[in-house]
Nanobody, 117 residues
Framework: QVQLVESGGGLVQAGGSLRLSCAVS????????AGWYRQAPGNQRELVAS???????DYADSVKGRFTISRDNAKNTVYLQMNSLKPEDTAVYYC???????????WGQGTQVTVSS
């Protein structure tokens, strides 16, 4: 059974930084596209960043130059470094894994990020 456990969320002032972690069990990052999504109240869930097993990285335009996605295959963990945070980054952030060889699509429980102005 695939499990994703996020951590690292919290309250930070605008301009500050946070680092989110997603600990993965039950599968290997080598077999998945890993992504971070976020959902603010009243909004749809949106993709923030993703990284493929081959290392291709994509970012939402709104976070380019501020956020960095990375992974540690040995620790089976995905990270999202968030710098220069803005109040509009406030949301619940979710870790996601999409299998590269099946239809499995797994989600973490989410972690709240709140950026005060």
């Amino acid at each position: 059974q695939v499990q994703l456990v996020e951590s690292g969320g919290g309250l930070v002032q605008a301009g500050g930084s946070l680092r989110l972690s997603c600990a993965v069990s039950g599968t290997s990052l080598w077999n998945n596209v890993a992504g971070w999504y976020r959902q603010a109240p009243g909004n749809q869930r949106e993709l923030v960043a993703s990284i493929t097993p081959g290392g291709r990285i994509d970012y939402a335009d709104s976070v380019k130059g501020r956020f960095t996605i990375s992974r540690d295959n040995a620790k089976n963990t995905v990270y999202l470094q968030m710098n220069s945070l803005k109040p509009e980054d406030t949301a619940v952030y979710y870790c996601n894994l999409k299998s590269t060889w099946s239809l499995r699509d797994s989600w973490g429980q989410g972690t709240q990020v709140t950026v005060s102005s």
